[in-house]
């Protein structure tokens, strides 16, 4: 199993990035994948979820509105879209895998991550 | 939202000691919850799943414990390579939330 994130960069405040998240070794369209970040020196904070088949979507109350997960299983792809960043959107954000097949719990694999910076 | 509280923060402990951190959820999570450990500039690794079952080649000095609000995260015998810092998680109602984390030091 192997999560490649790209996309990250540094950005004004109000701008827009687009994460992706390549993924390899595993039945891409049978499992949920999510996004976590980590802002610097801080602790785990899960982003949002999306369902295999990408009827059903999650996310924390933060970025409602503002971010949108999609994805892509013909390319075995997940994208984190983020609208109108913020400095507190900093962080790295990680792509991962849920742990089994059709269920939403556990993260098992994790990316390497991808830094997105939010400054002036 | 859930809240997930850990304690300590911070525990420092030497080889060889055996190490308990707790997790507190805000309201009960049934057995909704996980065990992560991060490295220093690496992802986290999932320890425990299912507030009891160890995930893939966790060696079995860790084992995790709980149901309801509170759980336990042990290690029975700390080895070097366990200094790093631990998360809990829980999947019970989004959104997903994790505790603060707790560090674990050389004495």
């Known amino acids: 199993v192997k999560l490649v994130e790209s996309g990250g960069d540094m950005v004004q405040p109000g701008g827009s990035l687009r994460l992706s998240c390549e993924a390899s070794?595993?039945?891409?369209?049978?499992?949920?994948m999510n996004w976590v970040r980590q802002a610097p020196g801080k602790g785990l904070e899960w982003v949002a979820s999306?369902?295999?088949?990408?009827?059903?979507?999650h996310y924390v109350d933060s970025v409602k509105g503002r971010f949108t997960i999609s994805r892509d299983n013909a390319k075995n792809s997940v994208f984190l879209q983020m609208n109108n960043l913020r400095a507190e959107d900093t962080g790295v954000y990680f792509c991962?895998?849920?742990?089994?097949?059709?269920?939403?719990?556990?993260?098992?694999?994790w990316g390497q991550g991808t830094l997105v910076t939010v400054s002036s | 939202d859930i809240q997930l509280t850990q304690s300590p923060s911070f525990l420092s402990a030497s080889v060889g000691d055996r190490v308990t951190i707790t997790c507190r959820a805000s309201?009960?999570?049934?057995?909704?919850l996980a065990w992560y450990q991060q490295k220093a500039g690496t992802a986290p690794n999932l320890l425990i799943s299912?507030?009891?079952t160890l995930e893939g080649e966790v060696p079995s000095r860790f084992s995790g414990s709980g149901s309801g609000a509170e759980f336990t995260l042990t290690i029975s015998s700390l080895q070097p390579e366990d200094f790093a810092t631990y998360y809990c998680?829980?999947?019970?109602?989004?959104?997903?939330?994790f505790g603060q984390g707790t560090k674990v030091g050389l004495k």
């Open positions: 309201q009960g999570i049934s057995t909704y």
């Open positions: 998680q829980q999947f019970n109602t989004y959104p997903w939330t």
């Open positions: 999306i369902k295999q088949d990408a009827d059903e979507k």
């Open positions: 299912a507030a009891s």
């Open positions: 070794g595993f039945t891409f369209n049978s499992y949920w």
């Open positions: 991962v895998r849920a742990l089994r097949r059709y269920r939403p719990a556990y993260f098992e694999y």
